[in-house]
């Protein structure tokens, strides 16, 4: 019984996403899940992006409590619009139909900043048309290898505080090998949102999208 209540779960999670991710196109935007640990620099990068990029920004932030990123992107005048999970490790596809609702997209970019998790994210479908994965090199070079599920789903892979390798033990080279173990495809892009290198690649990336 228990198995059968998930996958009912699973399935009108899925059929919610589909459909908000079709409508989403139709508005000609681009839904982007942003997956990462804690700590990785997740909106600090979102910042670095954003305001580089000539198309309009949206942004769903998700965390377990407390909105200090929600408040600090929309002091730069970034659209962004809170969701509190009070627990849940992940967001799912009806969460994010009701912040849609409230944020109001238009034609442009809408970046959905997941909780901070390497795991139940990966898991979920949320009306995303990409993933970023954003890691840093303060994590060390093993993640691939511990967390396969969200370098197989990616799309893009940021690898930031670059600025810091020099000072930290970080193999890139083990590092791209379990990338490229769990995905051949995904681009790994290095970045510092601390000094702003890096992120002509990805805008590159998005705006061939849009």
Avoid at 73 to 95: E, F, R, W, Y
Avoid at 162 to 167: I, Q, T
Wanted: glycine share 6%; with cysteine.
């Amino acid at each position: 019984m228990e198995v059968d209540i998930w996958q009912k779960i699973y399935q009108k999670n899925k059929e919610i996403a589909t459909a908000l991710s079709e409508k989403l196109r139709e508005k000609e935007i681009l839904c982007v899940n942003v997956l990462g640990s804690p700590g990785i620099g997740k909106t600090s990068c979102l910042i670095e992006i954003i305001k580089r990029l000539d198309f309009k920004s949206y942004v769903i932030e998700g965390d377990v409590e407390a909105d200090f990123d929600t408040v600090k992107l929309q002091k730069l005048g970034i659209n962004a619009v809170q969701i509190d999970t009070h627990g849940a490790c992940h967001l799912d596809s009806p969460l994010i139909e009701i912040a849609v609702e409230e944020l109001s997209p238009e034609k442009g970019i809408l970046f959905i900043e997941n909780i901070g998790n390497l795991i139940c994210p990966a898991e979920f479908k949320i009306g995303e048309h990409i993933i970023v994965l954003i890691v840093s090199v303060t994590d060390g070079s093993d993640k691939p290898y511990k967390y396969p599920l969200a370098f197989q789903k990616a799309d893009i892979i940021i690898l930031n505080k670059c600025d810091l390798l020099p000072y930290v033990d970080f193999d890139f080279d083990f590092f791209s090998q379990g990338v490229r173990g769990n995905n051949k495809t995904a681009p790994i892009i290095k970045v510092s949102a601390k000094t702003g290198e890096g992120f002509e690649d990805i805008i590159k990336y998005l705006e061939k999208l849009c």
